[in-house]
């Protein structure tokens, strides 16, 4: 039985993004002996939709990279908190 894929099924952009964060986030803790992928599941969830590059496996690479201490800055899609929140 195939199985046809909708656009109900299908899983949005950020739904893949936070997912390989997830894994992500779970083998550095695993890795170090850490508890910290809640912490960086918090600060990935707060990145809008919009803001997420096409390719969200790099795009979790590269957070996970930063959050971890590897980048020196964010980038712009990076941001976590839009204008509503700061103000």
């Known amino acids: 039985m195939l199985l046809k894929t909708n656009e109900s099924a299908a899983m949005r952009k950020k739904e893949k993004f936070l997912m390989y964060v997830y894994f992500g986030a779970m083998a550095k803790d695993i890795e170090n002996d850490t508890a910290d992928t809640p912490m960086i599941l918090n600060f990935a969830n707060r990145i809008t939709e919009e803001k997420i590059p096409?390719?969200?496996?790099?795009?979790?690479?590269?957070f996970l990279s930063f959050v971890g201490g590897k980048n020196s800055s964010e980038f712009k899609?990076?941001?976590?908190?839009?204008?509503?929140?700061?103000a």
């Open 77 to 86: 899609w990076m941001h976590c908190f839009d204008e509503a929140e700061s």
């Open 54 to 62: 096409p390719q969200e496996g790099n795009a979790a690479k590269v």
